[in-house]
């Protein structure tokens, strides 16, 4: 299974075809992938990445929807399940 989470283009590098890159924040991470498939994307616009290439444009309304709830999984996961069973330690 393959999660992808909208970034921001933050500035668009090199020449067109397989050299076109994109440098994309991920929530201030930045990380410099290819535009091959989406070379119109400019700086500002929101893209999916998979595998070093962004795939699609997304619409700014839909990425941030996306993001949100990425952030509130990200939270629900990181608290503790009070329904949760302790786990034995091993010592008796």
């Known amino acids: 299974m393959c999660l992808t989470v909208p970034g921001r283009v933050v500035?668009?590098?090199g020449a067109?075809?397989?050299d076109l890159r994109g440098v994309v924040d991920f929530g201030g991470r930045e990380r410099t992938v290819s535009l091959l498939y989406t070379p119109e994307a400019r700086a500002g616009d929101y893209v999916v990445v998979?595998?070093?290439f962004?795939?699609?444009i997304v619409p700014e309304v839909?990425?941030?929807e996306a993001i949100e709830l990425t952030r509130q999984l990200a939270e629900a996961a990181a608290r503790p399940?009070?329904?949760a069973t302790p786990r034995a330690t091993g010592t008796a």
Do not use: K, L, M
């Open 11 to 13: 500035r668009v590098e």
């Open 16 to 18: 067109e075809g397989s």
């Open 50 to 52: 998979h595998a070093g």
């Open 54 to 56: 962004a795939s699609r």
């Open 62 to 64: 839909e990425a941030r």
């Open 81 to 83: 399940d009070p329904t």
